[in-house]
């Protein structure tokens, strides 16, 4: 084994602890913040408070997230369904906190690529794809230079160059970054739409989402 596959090992392994350490806390921590929110999505939305959505994490493996419900249920344009609630929750950023869970149960990480959907897999190219070679990430590269409000073609290599380069050092920067986006809720739509448009492939045009699908 070489010194590089050596200190990319020992990253992943110490990185792993820390996630578990920092979810644990976390969870501990924003319960208060947690419950005020599923009470208010629960009166002004109903049941249920979750939103739960399968996505694709490391080595193409399907899990399911979890978020705090942000829109009325039905049909229909997704700024239409959005609520009062729903915006503030994503301009904060607190409608993530559930994947806390996620984080410690070893489906994500606190930095990485943003899990999407299983459909986007055979969509994307053949570097994009390397985005799945770590576990996704609650924050990440892509969230830190604009969140929603850039283009699928620069967040997906904002991805891999993340994957080409993860270290301690660029994920306590992405951490600390991440808080003063989430302070100025810069990004969190996209230029048109209420939330990211679907991702059709490298080639084509996307297009709106029709469901509850922000990242």
């Not at 576990?135 to 969140?147: D, E, K, V």
């Not at 160059?161 to 600390?176: K, T």
Request: hydrophobic share 45%.
């Amino acid at each position: 084994m070489s010194s590089l596959e050596r200190g990319s090992r020992a990253f992943r392994i110490t990185k792993r602890w820390f996630d578990l350490v920092a979810a644990l806390l976390g969870l501990l921590f924003t319960a208060p913040l947690m419950l005020v929110a599923a009470v208010a999505i629960a009166v002004t939305m109903g049941r249920p408070v979750l939103f739960r959505q399968e996505r694709i994490g490391r080595g193409d493996r399907p899990f399911v997230v979890a978020k705090f419900r942000t829109m009325r249920a039905g049909t229909g344009d997704d700024a239409d369904r959005l609520t009062v609630v729903g915006r503030w929750l994503r301009a904060t950023s607190i409608d993530e906190l559930p994947q806390l869970w996620n984080v410690v149960r070893g489906e994500m990480s606190l930095v990485g690529p943003r899990p999407l959907l299983p459909q986007y897999v055979d969509r994307y190219s053949a570097r994009q794809r390397l985005r799945h070679d770590v576990r996704p990430g609650i924050t990440g590269l892509a969230q830190i230079s604009g969140r929603n409000g850039i283009d699928w073609e620069t967040r997906l290599e904002l991805d891999v160059q993340y994957v080409e380069s993860c270290s301690w050092r660029r994920d306590l920067a992405i951490l600390g970054v991440t808080v003063k986006t989430v302070l100025t809720a810069d990004g969190v739509t996209s230029a048109d739409h209420a939330t990211m448009t679907e991702f059709a492939g490298s080639n084509a045009r996307s297009t709106p989402a029709s469901t509850d699908t922000a990242a």
